[in-house]
């Protein structure tokens, strides 16, 4: 019975995301991975589909993806395929060479996901951008970002303040939605980057797919790009096999739509972050060295958001340490 394996998992330990648990079971037929949601997180993100449906639409379309086994709505708990390997984060942290072969394995992800039909996918939300219209689509992801920096305004407004988050952050994204090419509409994982790979023997999988969005195929390599910080041979090296696996309607105008989607894309991680990071340091659960990390992480966050910004500096890690421990 699939409730033993949830059972099993509610009692053990496991690798926490900010929307889920997830556990190793051993079955008898083999490991399991169960994955349960977090009660309480916060939701900074865009979601606009259930993970179980995502998983089961893509299946006959994209390799790169886990098998989903078993759904569960009450108690609610998903059951996918273990995937032996290395989590990337693991074996290539940020500031480390990705093999080759993982970026080739990117490139194809990405292509596979233009070829899962709309008709295949959950229905969209009532009110959801036409197909192509990617300033409207733009336009619903700095919403998302804006209700998060409204939503925590009042606990958090001063840090905001002290490290130099302007009063109207998306100011600059919402004037710059207008300039977007339009290009068709593809199911976007929307959050591939070292921590939701698994290189395996023979491919690398892509996990946690509860972000999924119906929209921009540009927005897809923006934010892979943000979260991957890549050496620019490596970045150079996707965006030459993402041109030329995609289809030219699907690029156009990508030399300056990219760099907007990447603005907004800094804006917000300064903004979600800042709140994320900020909560976890307070909780006090962290060991030292994983506080520093975090003000690390948050310090280079808050450099490229400054940029974009236009602001002449961005606050100094000290500053930021003292203002994020404050709260």
């Not at 079971?25 to 949601?37: A, E, F, L, Y």
């Not at 970026?103 to 192509?132: H, I, N």
């Not at 903004?271 to 659960?285: E, F, M, N, P, S």
């Not at 003000?295 to 340490?321: C, F, N, Y």
């Given at each position: 019975?699939?409730?033993?394996?949830?059972?099993?998992?509610?009692?053990?330990?496991?690798?926490?995301?900010?929307?889920?648990?997830?556990?190793?079971?051993?079955?008898?037929?083999?490991?399991?991975?169960?994955?349960?949601?977090?009660?309480?997180?916060?939701?900074?993100?865009?979601?606009?589909?259930?993970?179980?449906?995502?998983?089961?639409?893509?299946?006959?379309?994209?390799?790169?993806?886990?098998?989903?086994?078993?759904?569960?709505?009450?108690?609610?708990?998903?059951?996918?395929?273990?995937?032996?390997?290395?989590?990337?984060?693991?074996?290539?942290?940020?500031?480390?060479?990705?093999?080759?072969?993982?970026?080739?394995?990117?490139?194809?992800?990405?292509?596979?996901?233009?070829?899962?039909?709309?008709?295949?996918?959950?229905?969209?939300?009532?009110?959801?951008?036409?197909?192509?219209?990617?300033?409207?689509?733009?336009?619903?992801?700095?919403?998302?970002?804006?209700?998060?920096?409204?939503?925590?305004g009042e606990e958090f407004g001063p840090l905001f303040s002290e490290l130099g988050i302007p009063a109207d952050p998306l100011a600059l994204a919402r004037e710059r939605w207008s300039t977007l090419s339009s290009r068709p509409f593809r199911l976007v994982h929307s959050d591939v980057h070292r921590k939701n790979m698994i290189?395996?023997?023979?491919?690398?999988?892509?996990?946690?797919?509860?972000?999924?969005?119906?929209?921009?195929?540009?927005?897809?390599?923006?934010?892979?790009?943000?979260?991957?910080?890549?050496?620019?041979?490596?970045?150079?090296?996707?965006?030459?096999?993402?041109?030329?696996?995609?289809?030219?309607?699907?690029?156009?105008?990508?030399?300056?739509?990219?760099?907007?989607?990447?603005?907004?894309?800094?804006?917000?991680?300064?903004?979600?972050?800042?709140?994320?990071?900020?909560?976890?340091?307070?909780?006090?659960?962290?060991?030292?060295?994983?506080?520093?990390?975090?003000?690390?992480?948050?310090?280079?966050?808050?450099?490229?958001?400054?940029?974009?910004?236009?602001?002449?500096?961005?606050?100094?890690?000290?500053?930021?340490?003292?203002?994020?421990?404050?709260?």
């Amino acid at each position: 019975m699939t409730i033993d394996f949830y059972r099993a998992a509610l009692a053990a330990s496991g690798a926490s995301g900010f929307y889920n648990k997830n556990v190793r079971v051993d079955g008898p037929s083999g490991p399991v991975i169960v994955r349960i949601p977090l009660h309480g997180a916060d939701n900074v993100d865009l979601r606009i589909w259930p993970e179980h449906e995502v998983l089961a639409a893509i299946a006959p379309y994209v390799t790169h993806a886990p098998r989903l086994l078993q759904a569960c709505e009450s108690p609610t708990y998903q059951i996918h395929e273990f995937i032996p390997g290395d989590v990337l984060d693991d074996i290539a942290p940020r500031g480390q060479h990705v093999s080759a072969t993982v970026l080739a394995e990117v490139v194809e992800l990405f292509a596979q996901l233009t070829t899962v039909p709309r008709k295949s996918l959950p229905d969209l939300p009532r009110v959801w951008p036409e197909d192509g219209d990617t300033g409207a689509f733009a336009g619903v992801l700095s919403d998302i970002t804006q209700s998060v920096y409204d939503t925590f305004g009042e606990e958090f407004g001063p840090l905001f303040s002290e490290l130099g988050i302007p009063a109207d952050p998306l100011a600059l994204a919402r004037e710059r939605w207008s300039t977007l090419s339009s290009r068709p509409f593809r199911l976007v994982h929307s959050d591939v980057h070292r921590k939701n790979m698994i290189v395996s023997s023979d491919r690398v999988v892509f996990l946690d797919w509860e972000l999924a969005l119906w929209g921009d195929p540009l927005y897809e390599l923006a934010v892979h790009f943000h979260k991957m910080a890549y050496q620019n041979d490596e970045r150079d090296a996707v965006l030459a096999g993402w041109l030329k696996a995609m289809p030219l309607d699907f690029t156009s105008g990508w030399e300056r739509d990219l760099d907007t989607y990447l603005a907004h894309e800094r804006v917000k991680s300064a903004i979600v972050d800042t709140v994320r990071y900020t909560q976890l340091i307070a909780g006090g659960k962290l060991s030292e060295e994983e506080e520093r990390e975090l003000i690390d992480k948050l310090v280079t966050k808050h450099a490229a958001a400054a940029a974009v910004w236009g602001l002449s500096e961005s606050p100094a890690r000290d500053k930021i340490e003292r203002a994020v421990r404050s709260i």
